[in-house]
């Protein structure tokens, strides 16, 4: 029994990292992602998201978020190179689309199958996309249960 210990110990450490998100720095990444919304952690979408997204900058979700385009490709590398992962399940839609939502999918409605759909209406929350509204800690890139307070 005591030599499973260090094991279960392990286990217990390894469930508590399991959504974090390391938050890789980009400078141009931050000052022209971050001013509407949160940074969103490059690794909650696939790449070809990502390209979609970065190709039409001008019509995005119903704001105009164009940037020069020298800063246009280097925000788009950064974001493919950190792109996806283990965890990020797949961001296409059933026609095989490039998803341009985190909040569209599967991942995120499997995660977020408990919130009732009233719930993300409310005034103090106003959209899924606005994680930190319920996720205390989206900031430093912690998802983890223990870090979430819906408001009322
Ligand atoms: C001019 C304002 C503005 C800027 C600048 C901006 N965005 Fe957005 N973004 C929006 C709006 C508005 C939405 C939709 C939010 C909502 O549905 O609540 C959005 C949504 C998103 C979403 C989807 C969120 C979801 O529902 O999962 C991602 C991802 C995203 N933006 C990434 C970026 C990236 C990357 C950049 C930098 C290149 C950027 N945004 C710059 C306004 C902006
Ligand atoms: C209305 C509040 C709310 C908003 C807004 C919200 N979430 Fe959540 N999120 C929750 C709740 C509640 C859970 C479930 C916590 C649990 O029981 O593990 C959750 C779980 C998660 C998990 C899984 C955590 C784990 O330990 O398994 C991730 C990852 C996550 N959310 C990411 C996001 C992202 C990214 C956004 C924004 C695009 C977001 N959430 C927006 C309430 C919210």
Known sequence: MKKLLPAALLLVALTAQADSYSLPKHAAFEEECS??????????????????MMGDLSHHFGSDASIDDKRRVAITNFLLANAGGRKTGDTRDAQGKPLLRITQTARFDKKHREVPAATWQRASIK???????CHTRAAAGEYSERWVQIPK
């Not at 001013?35 to 979609?52: E, K, T, V």
């Not at 959209?127 to 509204?133: K, L, R, V």
């Open 35 to 52: 001013s509407c919304h949160m940074a969103y952690p490059p690794q909650m979408l696939h790449a070809d998201s990502w390209r979609a």
């Open 127 to 133: 959209s899924p996309a606005n994680c930190g509204a």
